[in-house]
């Protein structure tokens, strides 16, 4: 989050500084299967962001020491291309993607039915070729696509999404300005159908009441974006079945 600052966010209209109203999501459109060698793979552009997911699994986990004798380990990778930014970006881990692999992996396996693939481990690689605020949530979204048309057992799709304070307005989905200038971002994973929070966090402050008004706005747009992801994967399927009368 930025410090005080004379930008303007919000105009005299209400509207935000990319012209949304404060409970629009930017543009957002998801495509499965982008990589061949993959089992599963989903493309995602939203907003300016532009992220690739490829999934890999279940295979038997490598090194042995880190299998479960009892679930699979859902591991995911997050990195950001040195390219995905204005600044050219260090390559390789640092803590930020280290931080965002783990709540990743930890969002992801509550939805994975990690229970039937004892030993093993699915490998979900997250690359972020374009970064334009709220990267997290984009790339949890995505993982859900590429673990689904991966064929991988879910009890659920994890939907990631965020809101946050500007001009001490509550609003959903922030871009990059809003990002950098506004007063708090709050992005969250949520299990579609169950409404469970699999990945909570906070950067800057909200009262309780703003708070509750953020996560009201969540998760009234988790369900846009878990029919976008539904889309993705009937495309898939559509494609799958036309593939199998043409034979
Ligand atoms: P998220 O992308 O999930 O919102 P952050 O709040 O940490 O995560 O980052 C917000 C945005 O800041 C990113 O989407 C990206 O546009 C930018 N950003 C993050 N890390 C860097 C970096 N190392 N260099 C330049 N920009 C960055």
């Known amino acids: 989050m930025g410090t005080a600052s004379d930008i303007k966010l919000i105009d ?43 999934v890999y699994g279940p295979r038997e986990a490598y090194p042995k020491h880190t299998q479960d004798i009892e679930k699979a380990v859902v591991k995911a990778r997050y990195n950001m291309s040195a390219f995905s930014v204005d600044e050219r970006k260090r390559p390789g881990p640092d803590r930020r993607s280290v931080e965002i692999s783990k709540v990743i992996s930890e ?36 993982s859900s696509v590429a673990l689904a048309a991966a064929g991988i057992p879910m009890r659920d799709m994890v939907v990631g999404c965020a809101a946050g304070k500007v001009d001490g307005k509550i609003v959903l989905d922030l871009g990059k300005e809003e990002d950098n200038f506004g007063q708090a971002d709050l992005p969250m994973g949520i299990l579609a159908k169950s409404g469970k929070i699999v990945l909570m966090q906070m950067d800057g402050d909200m009262s309780q009441e703003e708070f509750e008004q953020a996560t009201a706005l969540i998760m009234d747009a988790t369900k846009r974006i878990y029919e976008i992801q539904r889309e993705a994967l009937a495309g898939k399927y559509r494609a799958l079945a036309l593939e199998r009368s043409g034979e």
Do not use: Y
């Open 12 to 54: 005299e209209n209400g509207l935000r500084i990319d012209g949304r109203s404060p409970t629009e999501l930017r543009p957002l459109k998801i495509e499965t299967d982008v990589l061949e060698r993959a089992d599963g793979s989903a493309f995602i552009e939203w907003g300016g962001n532009k992220i690739l997911v490829a």
């Open 107 to 142: 969002a992801l396996s509550a939805a994975v039915m990690v229970e039937q693939f004892p030993r093993a481990q699915i490998d979900v690689f997250i690359e972020v070729l374009q970064a334009d605020a709220g990267t997290r949530i984009a790339g949890l979204t995505a």
